[in-house]
């Protein structure tokens, strides 16, 4: 039996709760929710944070794959922690992207689903887009 959509989404909002709460533990910058569900069907959330080096992004990384395992998300999919640049990992329905802020500014991910960079160091960059409550 397929779960119903609506317990999909808690679902999802369950595992967003868990990716904040561990970026937030680990001091990301500038982090950024996007809301996918009804928009796009490879996720229903994406997350997009910085990290102020390679090693803050790799620990960043480290941290919520333990994390996310310990939850039972089963094992998320985890791209780019060799360099640590870019770290992508894939919760199922919560995709996050760990950038450092150079690489972040390159590829512009915001702009692509419709929303501004922000603004290193901006107090009010952080949390940019958030999901409905």
């Excluded at 390159?106 to 160091?121: A, V």
Aim: hydrophobic letters at 45%; aromatic letters at 6%; a negative charge.
């Amino acid at each position: 039996m397929a779960a119903e959509p609506a317990d999909a989404l808690a679902g999802a909002r369950r595992v967003l709760s868990l990716v904040q709460a561990s970026l937030d533990d680990d001091q990301a910058e500038n982090t950024v929710i996007i809301d996918l569900s009804g928009k796009s069907n490879i996720a229903d959330f994406m997350v997009i944070a910085s990290g102020r080096s390679q090693r803050h992004v790799g620990a960043m990384a480290d941290h919520l794959f333990e994390k996310l395992k310990q939850a039972g998300c089963g094992k998320p999919s985890v791209e780019g922690a060799e360099r640590c640049d870019w770290v992508l990992i894939d919760a199922g329905d919560v995709i996050v992207h760990l950038f450092r802020p150079e690489v972040r500014a390159f590829y512009g991910l915001e702009k692509m689903w419709g929303f501004d960079l922000p603004e290193s160091g901006s107090a009010a960059a952080a949390n940019q887009a958030h999901p409905p409550a």
